[in-house]
């Protein structure tokens, strides 16, 4: 396993090809497996490092930064990715957990919209407070065929995993499949800053109002289900560049 080496005084920055960023402890943990060789490194958010990737023939500069789990870090870190390094693409590649009977565990979401849905709004209209984190995804750039099966799909976020009684009304009211809890707050920031942003999200787990399959304690399946879908994405992660980049 690579060493961490930290950062300060190292001057790093500058324009990149992209920015991936890698949200929860157990997928950052899959990344480092996958990619044992490189020389990582600290920033006020969690690791990270810089590699080339071969992007049909020709290298394309990477940095892979672990942002950390929920909206807080997720935006801090996306600002902070954009800041210091510019990418051109920005792509956030993790898990989510879907509702059940709406969708299947390893289906991969290519989010088109994400939406908060912890916001409480009392005072005001609550509609208009949701619809204010919103964010449409521009995937106009994106041309070609997806180089690993994905739904294009709606992932709500919010500062919690899923409630089970929530199901049937999250289902219901937003017409959603599944939600995580980083994506809504790294697609506004990089909205915001006028990044171009990829969220892929494949689906660990599910839950319904009777059962949750991974909420037994153990982390063992979302850890085991974690392991697979994030060797995928990063086997797939070229062509996905390639779809952006080119």
Not at 25 to 43: H, I, K, M, Y
Not at 218 to 244: D, H, I, K, N, S
């Amino acid at each position: 396993m690579a060493d961490v080496v930290h950062d300060a005084g190292v001057t790093d920055a500058g324009i990149i090809d992209a920015g991936v960023l890698i949200s929860a402890n157990t997928e950052w943990r899959c990344v480092r497996a996958l990619l044992p060789d490189a020389v990582v490194r600290s920033s006020p958010y969690g690791e990270w490092f810089r590699t080339e990737l071969p992007v049909r023939g020709k290298p394309r500069s990477c940095v892979f930064l672990h942002g950390g789990w929920g909206k807080i870090a997720a935006a801090g870190s996306t600002q902070y990715a954009i800041d210091r390094w510019a990418p051109r693409l920005l792509l956030n590649l993790g898990t989510c957990g879907g509702f059940a009977g709406a969708i299947s565990p390893g289906t991969v979401l290519l989010v088109t919209r994400t939406l908060v849905y912890d916001i409480i709004e009392q005072m005001g209209d609550p509609l208009e407070a949701l619809e204010h984190y919103a964010t449409d995804l521009d995937l106009t750039w994106l041309k070609g065929e997806p180089p690993q099966p994905v739904l294009r799909a709606l992932l709500l976020s919010a500062d919690r995993d899923i409630v089970m009684e929530e199901v049937p009304q999250l289902r219901e009211r937003f017409g959603a499949a599944a939600a995580d809890w980083e994506s809504g707050a790294i697609a506004y920031v990089a909205a915001r800053n006028g990044v171009r942003c990829l969220v892929l999200r494949a689906v660990t787990d599910v839950v319904g109002p009777e059962s949750a399959e991974a909420y037994d304690g153990t982390m063992q399946l979302f850890t085991e289900r974690t392991r697979e879908v994030m060797q995928g994405m990063l086997a797939a992660l070229p062509e996905w560049l390639a779809l952006g980049l080119d």
